[in-house]
């Protein structure tokens, strides 16, 4: 996938920015195909995400396939910056859901080549 390009998806995920490989896979994997999501995560990966800790692929997994049954939105990368050994990238989310629109602070901390934790919060 090139990066620094605009990309637009059937699941209306937009990004504009330059992010790290294995984010950018995150992101454009598209909400909808849980198994390719989960294929940018390490085997041991951890997700935190609305009070809730997913570990490992098969979690991630099952989490993202449910959240993406559960809320429909569009989304648009809008920031990315390194702090320290983490990665923030910036989402505002529009949608069908209390609080439309929001934007999300996605933590990742990669490690060779995989994300190994992401943390999602509001």
């Known amino acids: 996938m090139p990066r620094g390009h605009e990309i637009y998806h ?4 937009h990004l ?3 992010l790290p490989e294995p984010i950018a896979e ?3 994997a598209g909400r909808g195909n849980a198994d390719a999501v989960a294929r940018s995560f390490a085997s041991n990966a951890v997700v935190k995400d609305e009070g809730h800790t997913y570990t490992g692929v098969e979690a991630i997994r099952k ?3 449910e959240a993406s049954a559960k809320y429909h ?3 648009e990368a ?10 923030l990238v910036m989402c505002r989310l529009t949608g069908a859901f209390p609080g439309s629109p929001v934007t999300l602070r ?3 901390r990669l490690e060779r080549g ?4 992401l943390e999602i919060i509001p």
């Open 106 to 108: 996605y933590f990742f």
């Open 16 to 18: 504009s920015i330059d």
């Open 78 to 87: 809008v920031a990315c910056e390194r702090q320290g050994g983490r990665t």
């Open 63 to 65: 989490w993202t396939a």
């Open 114 to 117: 995989k994300i190994v934790l």
């Open 10 to 13: 059937e699941e209306d995920i």
């Open 73 to 75: 939105y569009t989304a």
């Open 26 to 28: 995150y992101f454009g």
